[in-house]
């Protein structure tokens, strides 16, 4: 699962889709694996004002990543650096193995293989 | 035509044996490649920009494979293990997810650009356990869609209905959902090649649907027609019946042969 993937998804749990706290997830006993990709600045340039910064810092946190800065930089559409360090860790960044676990319900999403395991059991399912 | 629906719910009918013969099926790769181009062009994005999309049952990355070829970025979402393998075993460049559509789509609002889905929505019609009822996971279905796709965000998915009441139940959801909605229907008389792709948008976008000539809004079926089709077709000739027909068979890709002026005309009578 991309890094990007991590500031969108949230808990599927229905009775979380209110809570601020589903999202974002917490990351724990995570496997990091780097994968090329094509760096490409106008998807990241049209992705910025979707991506939740704090989220980002609180995630990369989890993995072991504490040297982003607290509040999102001014200037990155023009800064090719900055796009390619964010290309990097937004893109190039998969979790191949994991844990995700919602604040607000506690329910553990496993993720193995690189594939997020979203599936629920029947009582959460259509509660 | 056989419907994998009636046999048995998706994460058990697609079980290695079943996605390895369905992934490779040139044929079947073949169809879906076709209706991922088709549903694309019906979506509209800017050929020149890369997008953030979702690929709600995404299978083995067949359609997935058609996205990363047009330079997008996808995530995707499956209930059925064994297809998910396959397309790891493919090493396809989206992300995956093991996850029921039923359940909603779990993404925080605004998050993709477009959404499509390739012989998926269909299932959502299922009743498979007890406790999942179709109202309701259609409902959540979509309403967990609506939030997750930007404002003006479009939704294109090819789907098999059972029959119209599918179609009614599918549309009516999407509607209470909020989406504006419709029903393209490629080559409506062909029995074998006829498709059905359900048209979303949410709300107001700079690139509508490419529909062509047609509008985005609800397809109610008329009931009036139907007499009036009856009656035309008792009051035609032999001749015109047999025009008619061969018409027909025509659009539907079959061999028939060619109108002279015998065609339909009464023999001399013999012994």
Known sequence: ?127 | MSRPEQIAPPEIFYNDRESRKYTESTRVQHIQAQMTLRSLELLNLDPEKTHFILDVGCGSGLSGEILTEENQIWVGMDIAPSMLATALDREVEGDLFLSDMGCGVPFRAGTFDAAISISAIQWLCNADSTTSEPKVRLARFFNTLYAALKRGGKFVGQFYPANENQIIQITSAAKVAGFQCGVVVDDPESKKNKKHYLVLQAGHSDRPLNLGNMEVESTTPKKEKKMSKKMMKALETKKEYIHRKKELMKRRGKTVAQDSKFTGRRRKPRF
């Open chain 1, 1 to 127: 699962m991309k890094f990007l993937t991590t500031n969108f998804v949230k808990c599927a749990v229905k009775s979380c889709d209110a809570s601020e706290l589903s999202f974002p997830l917490k990351y724990e006993e995570c496997e990091l694996q780097l994968q090329e990709h094509d760096f490409n600045p106008e998807f990241l340039i049209s992705m910025l004002p979707r991506l939740n910064w704090d989220a980002i810092v609180q995630v990369a946190a989890d993995l072991g990543n504490t040297t982003l800065p607290s509040t999102k930089p001014e200037g990155i559409e023009d800064n090719e650096q900055m796009l390619k360090d964010l290309h990097s860790l937004l893109l190039e960044t998969q979790i191949i193995n994991g844990k995700m676990t919602c604040r607000h319900c506690g329910h553990i999403y496993y993720i193995k293989d690189s594939i997020a395991n979203f599936l629920l059991p029947p009582h959460l399912a259509n509660s």
